[in-house]
């Protein structure tokens, strides 16, 4: 009897610790590309420390592109991929094409949507990017920080994109060889 009662209440635990897991590993809605990265700490094993830049675009907003700079940590552990890096990141974002705001967005139905979001650690942690409409002033607001299951970080940094129209580049003027 009491084998059989420590097995079904184990059952839906390891259903929930997997679940869960899962949820963690699947939830981030936009991938990075990275740009580069420079080393800020020499590790005799393993990468060395780094900082990281990487670039995404807003999803439900084309024409905003935000990039972000952040620690990595190295070490045998970043390189296996358990090792937990800072809550330190620096945010900016930039109007990169026109840019047209859905009635939700503008009606503040979608305020606070999390449109970034990467792993920091193993399993508990992770870095975000949110964004915010500022109506008065027709500026997109976006903030990055970084939170545990349990707590958080204070640690953040915003970026502001004032929604403006859009002019197409002009076409590229090559420099004359005498200047090169």
């Known amino acids: 009897m009491q084998y059989r009662l420590t097995r079904n209440f184990i059952h839906p635990m390891k259903k929930l610790i997997i679940s869960g897991l899962l949820l963690t590993f699947i939830s981030a809605p936009?991938?990075?590309d990275k740009i580069g990265s420079v080393d800020t700490d020499?590790?005799?094993?393993?990468?060395?420390?780094?900082?990281?830049?990487?670039?995404?675009?807003?999803?439900?907003i084309p024409g905003v592109t935000c990039y972000?700079?952040?620690?990595?940590?190295?070490?045998?552990?970043?390189?296996?991929?358990i090792a937990e890096d800072r809550s330190n990141a620096s945010l900016s974002c930039h109007q990169t094409?026109?840019?047209y705001l859905s009635e939700k967005i503008v009606k503040g139905k979608e305020e606070g949507e999390n449109v970034f979001k990467k792993r920091t650690s193993l399993v508990?942690?992770?870095?975000?990017?949110v964004r915010f409409y500022d109506?008065?002033?027709?500026?997109?607001?976006?903030?990055v920080y970084s939170d545990r299951v349990l707590?958080?970080?204070?640690n953040n940094s915003i970026s502001a994109?004032?929604?403006q129209p859009w002019q197409p580049m002009p076409a590229a003027v090559p420099i004359p060889a005498e200047k090169q």
């Not at 508990?124 to 990017?129: L, P, R, Y």
């Not at 707590?151 to 204070?154: D, F, L, Q």
């Open 161 to 163: 994109v004032p929604v």
């Open 151 to 154: 707590t958080g970080s204070p």
């Open 68 to 81: 972000i700079s952040r620690a990595k940590t190295g070490g045998v552990k970043g390189a296996v991929g």
């Open 30 to 32: 936009v991938w990075a």
């Open 42 to 60: 020499f590790r005799f094993i393993g990468p060395d420390n780094k900082i990281e830049i990487e670039s995404f675009e807003d999803e439900s």
């Open 135 to 143: 109506k008065p002033h027709n500026t997109l607001v976006y903030m």
């Open 97 to 99: 094409g026109p840019i």
């Open 124 to 129: 508990f942690k992770s870095m975000q990017v």
